[in-house]
DNA sequence: TGGTTCACTGCCACATATTGCAACATCAAT
DNA sequence: ATTGATGTTGCAATATGTGGCAGTGAACCA
């Protein structure tokens, strides 16, 4: 149903939505109130539009108002809080593969972040990493040296990327790598958003001495258009559940060995 | 904009959470009393609002009222409440130097986080820093391009640094830098505590346009080992308490214009 | 022109959510 | 241990949300 092929005298419908979305947009929240005083209309009219608005996504309906989806909350921490649990558990296989007096990779990412929080115990660790709380939780931690990779700060990711960084990382000799992923493809192979993403851990798999991945259950069977170069040289895929027959042998195809944290 | 001049009649329960967290990030904590005098609501409403913004993990809630999350760093934390006042009014009056548009280097440390923190009303720039926390907080504003610097982390300063820093920097145009220091010395110079970090901030001054520094009352007539490469040629050291006159008329004897904060 | 349709709106009644108040329990600091 | 401030809880008052219904006016058609 299109609301603007008619054109009334009073187009007033339109024009209230326009203005709505102009001062959700410029204060992050407005009320029913203020916008039925605004408008002259009953509440109930605004709330109509609201509800209209929200259908299409346009703006998130809270009681007395509506508000926009992310006023100003960080990506990062609402991805943190998702499947936290099972993060957790990959962290620890994950840390379980670290021996003390390593040089370790942490790739940037919610579930890599979950690796850092794992690895406290461990002593005498040299950390390497693009992510700004990776590096700020564990530098930290006693006995453990981080070093950060310098570069433009992506904000969804809060890290570094782009052409310092590839250049900072090709300075480390690393033992093990731990990298994050956009997906895990119904073909067995990790997947990601970004040419750059994808780029950067092409790289770090290659350079190196094991890379893990460590993806949770949400990226099985996701599809995103970049494939990891040198895929099939990481060392293995750590996960927080079972994934499909199919995927797991899909995987086991393409040489990265599959190992499933909750079984520990 | 000053955030406390607008009184909103009555605040839509998101806008006081937004309200809450923007405090919480610039402040690090907030009382329950100050919050309900803000929004005129009774403290209870603002203790269901912090109890919401607790169960999403948004804030940790203590006696009086909450405290931003900060899991394990003693030392930034305990100098960044010292003379919490005192860093903003700085924070504010340097702010005020920087026009959209520039290229602004921002020095670790806490006053230097406060000066990031007066930063969120500017728009256009492009951010250098070697601070992780400077990083993340600026990351997430709007129109703001943020470069990391890498390097191995000190965990004191809780910023990058060493000979990869300084590489890094050199790359960059700087319009204008702001810079800490570790005292203000009785011969009116700055001096630091570290070879590494008089270092990094001399070549800084040589780098910038104009280069600040910003040092609160508790640096004043301090001894500290380093003197700072190039101070004559700052363009400014922003304080938030008038020095004694002997230590002022130091100061302007080598250069560096004084700049009182406070009197803004 | 006159009639009909239909989207839009406002009003009403009732359901639900949020808020403030007051009484009581706790905490923190002498 | 006392005291003032802060946290907690139940309850009543108010504000807000929902669905039904009828009036309005523009658009459409004969």
């Known amino acids: 149903m299109s ?8 187009a007033l419908a339109p024009r209230r939505h326009d203005e709505i979305l102009k001062r959700l947009s410029a204060q992050g929240s407005v009320s029913v109130a203020e916008l039925a005083g605004f408008f002259d209309v009953s509440r109930e009219t605004i709330r109509r539009d609201l509800k209209m608005l ?44 670290i021996k003390d007096g390593m040089v370790v990779f942490l790739d940037s990412g919610t579930t890599t972040l979950a690796v850092a929080h794992a690895m406290t115990d461990l002593r ?33 990711e809060e890290a ?14 690393v033992d093990i790598a731990f990298l994050g992923g956009g997906a895990l493809s119904p073909d067995g192979e990790v997947t990601d958003f970004t040419r750059a993403g994808a780029e950067q851990r092409g790289r770090m798999i290659a350079l190196a001495g ?25 060392a293995g895929v750590i996960v927080d559940v079972d994934p499909a027959p199919a995927l797991a042998e899909a995987l086991s195809r393409k040489g990265p060995k599959l190992i499933v944290a909750n079984l520990m």
């Open 54 to 97: 929200s259908d299409q996504s346009m703006l998130g309906i809270v009681h007395g108002g509506a508000a926009r989806f992310e006023p100003s909350e960080p990506a990062m921490s609402l991805r943190s809080r998702e499947n936290a649990e099972g993060k957790t558990m990959i962290g620890k296989a994950a840390a379980g593969l």
């Open 124 to 156: 005498d660790l040299t950390v390497c990493t693009a992510s700004l709380k990776i590096a700020l939780h564990l530098c930290h931690v006693p006995g453990m040296r981080v070093h950060m990779l310098g570069g433009e700060i992506d904000p969804g």
């Open 3 to 10: 609301p603007v092929s008619r054109l009334p005298a009073r």
């Open 160 to 173: 570094a990327s782009g052409i310092d960084t590839l250049d900072a990382m090709a300075r480390f000799r």
């Open 210 to 234: 094991k890379a893990f991945f460590v993806l949770d259950a949400s990226k099985f069977g996701k599809l995103t258009p970049l494939r990891v170069p040198n895929f099939e040289r990481a």
